[in-house]
Structure formats: C-alpha cells, structure tokens
C-alpha cells in the first residue's frame, strides 16, 4: 500500500480521528516546537503540555518545586509567575536538567493536545530537521500539523512542514500519497528558499533568518525584542534528537 503524508496549515482542518493511529508532527517554528526541543536536549526530564495556564498551575503541584520548571507564554510574553517563557535559549542544563517543564503557549501547545489520537506524536523545528526525516522514513502514515499563529496560517510552520515533504520524498524508497496541503507547502519551500544553489535539500541558517524575521510569526517577536529566538530557530540540525509525546502519560520525551 502506498505511504500517505499528509499537511495542515492549521490545527481545525484536522479532525483528531483522522490521525488516529497514525504519526503526527507537530511543528510551531516561532517557538514552541523549537523550545521544547532546546530544553529536552538540555536535559530536562519530560514536558508536559498544557492547554491553559490553569492546567499547568495544576500539573505544577504534582512535582516538588525544585523538580519543575513552569514555561510558557500568552501574547508572546512570559506568563506572570512562571519560571521562563517561550524563549528557547531560557531552557539552559543549568535551569531544566533533571527537571519537568510544565508548559503552555498560544498555539504549539495546543497544536499537539489536537492530534493526542495519533498513536504518536512527534515534534519537529529546523533544529532537528534531519532527525526528524530519518525518524519519518519507516512511517506508512503520517500526518504533518502546523500550528499557526492566533488562527491563521504561520508561514515559517508551512515553509518546514513543505522542507519535511521534499526532503521525505526525495529519500524514501517509494512514492507517497499526498494531500493537496501537503503539495502546497512542498511547492512553497521550493519557492521561497530551494531555488538558491546547494539549497533544495537543506538551507543556509542565515539566509533562514532573514526569511523568518519576514513571516508573520515573527511580528510579535521582533516588537518585544526578541529576535533571539528568530535566530535560536534557524539553527538547522543543531540537535540530532526528536521529541515523542505519549498519549497515555501525557509527556513529551526523547524518542
């Protein structure tokens, strides 16, 4: 049977049953897929991801104060009374290793709490975008979810998941069954970045840098000063780890 990949631009087009027992990949570039990479990479035991804030403030009080870190974000901003916000370079060793994140943000988090059906759920950013493919080559099923950004379409998150098809394509051993989001988002990496020489497999960081600080999620970052976290995002294959968040325990861990 042939392998089927699927894309979303946007958590409501997906209907939880549609990935039921399949892989999802969740991806929220700017910044939640990016931060939770970052921290479980600087050793932090799990994530937990929360819907709402009240959900992490409860599942905050499971765990010792010094064996939790409360993170997240609301309107871009650290969210009074938590530990770190959304930034990836917050999650040190020094501050999560050993530790559980509880976590909640506007978008990322609730991208994967939509597709918690899926008989796993993988998270992806450009920083572990080969661990990712190399993760996905076995899978006959997969279905690729972007987060968005305040409901609408974040082009960062279509510009990897379209990353994700091409480079999935090209090295597996035969052809997939696409949906025609999953065509778009191949189409518009190759438009936006693949056309530059070297570049149809992998792009320069610099050059994504400049492309994302021009997206739409980048808005909000770059008004709050926050164009680390642009940066921290184009790292490509800075971590060669992904992420698996597990239905049944509810956390995210190192697969």
């Not at 087009?13 to 999802?24: C, I, L, N, S, Y």
């Not at 059906?117 to 990712?132: K, P």
């Not at 997969?142 to 394509?169: F, N, P, Y």
């Amino acid at each position: 049977m042939q392998p089927i990949l699927n894309v979303y631009s946007l958590p409501d087009v997906v209907m939880p049953e549609k990935v039921a027992g399949d892989t999802a990949v969740v991806i929220d570039v700017l910044r939640a897929s990016t931060t939770m990479i970052c921290a479980l990479a600087a050793g932090a035991h799990e994530v937990i991801p929360c819907r709402e804030v009240a959900d992490a403030l409860v599942a905050a009080k499971s765990f010792a104060p010094d064996q939790r870190v409360l993170g997240g974000e609301r309107g871009g901003a650290r969210i009074e009374g938590f530990d770190l916000g959304n930034s990836p370079e917050e999650y040190t060793p020094q501050r999560v290793a050993g530790k559980t994140v509880v976590f909640t943000t506007t978008n990322g988090t609730r991208a994967i709490l939509r597709v918690r059906s899926a008989r796993e759920v993988l998270i992806a950013g450009f920083v572990n975008v080969s661990a990712m493919v190399q993760r996905l080559l076995d899978c006959r099923r997969i279905h690729i979810l972007c987060a968005g950004t305040g409901g609408r379409m974040s082009e960062d998150d279509v510009l990897l998941a379209g990353l994700l098809v091409e480079r999935l394509q090209r090295q597996a051993r035969s052809s997939w069954r696409k949906n025609g989001q999953a065509a778009t988002a191949q189409n518009f990496w190759r438009q936006s970045l693949a056309s530059t020489p070297g570049s149809a497999v992998q792009p320069e960081s610099q050059m994504l840098i400049e492309w994302l600080r021009a997206s739409r999620g980048a808005r909000n970052l770059l008004r709050l000063g926050l164009d680390r976290d642009i940066q921290a995002a184009a790292q490509i294959d800075r971590f060669a780890c992904v992420p698996r968040f597990d239905p049944a325990s509810h956390c995210i861990r190192l697969a």
